[in-house]
């Protein structure tokens, strides 16, 4: 089993930052692509930004030049950072690994995993 865990969501200003972090644990054998996607009230979730394992990125247009992707492969943790935050970015964040986990000692085919979300909200 694998587990994400998200944090660094919150309430800010519009113009302000916030830096989400999302952690992975459990039996991990490798984890390929992270990203961050996110879903506000009524709309689909969109895919935000992500990150290649050796460290490729790939931003949604409304997140260039606002947010910054990275990850620390020893930690298997990826963060976003987010800078000059508008209303508009008010969404629950998700967290999104591809991960290759081990039963025992079977190595099991690369699966999708989501963590639970974070709230962002931007006021103004």
């Known amino acids: 089993q694998v587990q994400l865990v998200e944090s660094g969501g919150g309430l800010v200003q519009a113009g302000g930052s916030l830096r989400l972090s999302c952690v992975a644990s459990?039996?991990?054998?490798?984890?390929?692509?992270m990203g961050w996607y996110r879903q506000a009230p009524g709309q689909q979730r969109e895919l935000v930004a992500l990150?290649?394992?050796?460290?490729?990125?790939n931003y949604a247009d409304s997140a260039k030049g606002r947010f910054t992707i990275s990850r620390d492969n020893a930690k298997n943790t990826v963060f976003l950072q987010m800078n000059s935050l508008k209303r508009e970015d008010t969404a629950v964040y998700y967290c999104?690994?591809?991960?290759?986990?081990?039963?025992?000692?079977?190595?099991?085919?690369?699966?999708?995993?989501w963590g639970q979300g974070t709230q962002v909200t931007v006021s103004s």
């Open positions: 459990g039996s991990i054998f490798r984890i390929n692509d």
């Open positions: 990150i290649t394992r050796d460290g490729s990125t």
């Open positions: 999104n690994v591809e991960a290759i986990v081990t039963k025992g000692v079977i190595v099991l085919p690369p699966r999708g995993i």
